[in-house]
């Protein structure tokens, strides 16, 4: 006899190398950078207390940055604002506490108290092919995202017997590639050099204005 492991443990233990490599508590695998910074914004939403800190619903960013985190922005319902900021690695969507790391990718690379979004693409750092994440310290966040990342189930829970406390997004890491992940995450250097990418102004797009 042999035990069958839950394809859910490979991404739990996807998420356990990567926030030790990080020195973040807590690490949830996402589909995409973009969807990681989508599910960090609604989460800002859907918080009360974030929500009445941020009433402004303004978020403002770089811009010059890759197309999607704008059309997440629009998309969670917020305002949208770019400002000329020359940046490198990593980047901030003010006034909230959610950065844009996609090109940055080192040991003890989390800030603290920050929701701090890594690519996976498999032009980044640690190429997957498809994947990202989302780095916190706050645990009741980590567990709203690993609920709204999976239709809003607990996972773990026959679907049968489930009892559903959000209305969730199709937006999980699927095991093969968490597994391809922690394979990568092993043979990772300490430290690697912020990816650079020529990007064009956002601020000239007619959809952003």
Known sequence: MYMVIPAYRVVADFEDGLAKYARSDFAVAVDSCTAAIFLCLEYFKANSIYGRKYAENIITIPKRTFPS?????????????????????????????????????????????????????????????????????????ARWFRQARFFGRNEGVPLSKDQFAMCGWNLYMDPPRAARGLTLLSMMKDSNPDLLEDYSDLSKQKIFN
């Open 69 to 141: 985190i704008p059309m997440e922005i629009l998309h969670a319902g917020y305002k949208l604002q770019f400002e000329d900021l020359d940046w490198k690695g990593i980047y901030q969507l003010k006034p909230l506490p959610i950065y844009d790391g996609a090109k940055r990718f080192h040991e003890g690379m989390y800030m603290y108290n920050s929701f701090h979004c890594l690519s996976f693409h498999y032009k980044k750092h640690l190429p997957i092919g498809r994947g990202g994440a989302i780095l916190t310290n706050n645990g009741d966040a």
